[in-house]
């Protein structure tokens, strides 16, 4: 017999979603928690005519939070690691250092 742990969202006694993670669960709920947020401003909103686009909205603002915080200026993006550069293989140093040998010179007589 197999055992599944499952975390369920619910908000005002429905059952929103299923989650196998906790934190996955408390992700959701905290999002919810935004959008809860979130629709009192953007009912004030004139472009959003209906109920249904102020909770379109507000689910998109809530999902998208890290890009909001960054265009409002409340938080610095994230810096893109940059990839580390493939440097070849070090040669080894030779033990005993080669002998240069002087190039043979002949002397012309004059």
Known sequence: MAV???YVVVRNGEE???FTSKAEADAHDKMLDMVDELVP???SCEA??????VEDMAFFLARER???LIAL????PAKKKAPKPVTPAA???PAVPAA????ETTEEAS
Do not use: D, F, R
């Open 16 to 18: 929103k979603m299923t």
């Open 66 to 68: 890290e890009q909001v």
């Open 100 to 103: 240069n040998p002087k190039p």
């Open 41 to 43: 401003l953007l009912e």
């Open 48 to 53: 959003l005519s209906s109920e249904q686009q």
């Open 91 to 93: 040669k080894p140093e």
């Open 73 to 76: 200026g409340a938080k610095k």
């Open 4 to 6: 599944i742990t499952q």
